[in-house]
């Protein structure tokens, strides 16, 4: 599956020669806490247009820990809605529901459907699989309870980007396995699909020099996975599970330039081989993270477009 022309798109560049000025310390020299500091103040930079939404709610519902915070976003339009469930990136460590707020407007506005956002347990804090059994029980609440915030719970979608596409393909998993919530399809963004190595090619080409970088990985790797032995368990590394069959069709949204491409194509390549429709989209030239920089990377609304086309069609299907 080739992707791009093996030159970074001039914004990119752009973005990483103003990274450089910053002269920051690397991810993995910072605590948790100023790493969760960082990315809020630098989401709120990149983050483009924040378009007004027709309807925004902030809830707490039950989980298996206590109580989950969502952001339920309703769009103009007539009930029952479509319902997009959506889990942040940050490497389960970083982000929030706040850090990925523009986004997920854009996409309840671009798609006309209720996204619902979720704020999973972090690491280290809380490490695997709290952020798995956060993102489940929250998909199952959404699944239920629908129609009381105008939602269509028949035509319900799992969507997440980086550590946000890992939990949404292990939702996804846990659904299909537990019989539980009928989901049309995952939408992921350069997801997350292997946490036992950082040895895959795009690990080793792109280890350094990017705005995430194989040490940087491994840093959140390391505060999400307690236990070695469960990151080689598929709700740590769905990659690895022996059978991806009759699970619900599929978008992998890959960036050319990121450790993570080529598990995220592996993914795309593996549920194909299973029998799972899948759509696999390589944005050449582009970064891990392009999707929340649309305010330096214009590629990103291509992205938004495109994903909402996607989500339209599945629901209206």
């Given at each position: 599956m080739p992707c791009g022309r093996g030159e970074l798109d001039p914004q990119a560049a752009k973005y990483l020669k103003a990274l450089a000025l910053l002269n920051g310390p690397p991810l993995q020299s910072k605590s948790p806490q100023q790493a969760r500091?960082?990315?809020?103040?630098?989401?709120?930079?990149?983050?483009?247009?924040?378009?007004?939404?027709?309807?925004i709610e902030d809830r707490l519902i039950p989980g298996l820990a206590g109580e989950i915070p969502i952001r339920i976003y309703t769009p103009d339009g007539s009930a029952p809605f479509p319902v997009l469930v959506f889990f942040h990136g940050?490497?389960?460590?970083?982000?929030?529901?706040?850090?990925?707020?523009?986004?997920c407007r854009s996409l309840a506005n671009r798609a006309g459907c209720i996204v619902v956002s979720v704020d999973y347990r972090l690491a280290p804090e809380y490490k695997h699989p709290a952020a798995v059994e956060d993102a489940y029980a929250a998909t199952v609440w959404v699944a239920d309870n629908a129609a009381q915030f105008g939602g269509d719970p028949d035509r319900l979608i799992v969507c997440?980007?980086?550590?946000?596409?890992?939990?949404?393909?292990?939702?996804?998993?846990?659904?299909?396995?537990?019989?539980?919530?009928?989901?049309?399809?995952?939408?992921?963004?350069?997801?997350?699909?292997?946490?036992?190595?950082?040895?895959?090619k795009s690990y080793l080409k792109f280890a350094e020099g990017l705005n995430l970088t194989r040490e940087g990985m491994i840093?959140?790797?390391?505060?999400?996975?307690?236990?070695?032995?469960?990151?080689?368990?598929l709700y740590a590394s769905p990659l690895l599970a022996q059978d991806l069959s009759g699970l619900p069709p599929a978008t992998v949204i890959t960036a050319e330039f990121d450790v993570?491409?080529?598990?995220?194509?592996?993914?795309?390549?593996?549920?194909?081989?299973?029998g799972v429709p899948v759509s696999y989209r390589c944005y050449g030239g582009m970064l891990h993270g392009?999707?929340?920089?649309?305010g330096v990377m214009d590629r990103a609304y291509d992205c938004l477009d495109d994903m909402a086309e996607t989500l339209r069609r599945v629901f209206a299907s």
């Open positions: 500091a960082d990315r809020i103040a630098s989401g709120h930079a990149n983050a483009g247009v924040i378009e007004p939404v027709a309807h940050g490497g389960w460590v970083t982000g929030n529901i706040e850090t990925h707020d523009p986004l997440g980007d980086s550590a946000g596409g890992h939990l949404a393909t292990v939702a996804t998993f846990l659904a299909h396995e537990n019989d539980g919530p009928k989901i049309l399809h995952q939408l992921l963004i350069y997801p997350v699909t292997n946490t036992a190595t950082q040895e895959t840093w959140f790797r390391n505060h999400y996975i307690g236990d070695e032995a469960d990151a080689q368990h993570l491409h080529d598990e995220g194509r592996a993914y795309a390549e593996r549920l194909a081989a299973a392009f999707v929340t920089n649309a």
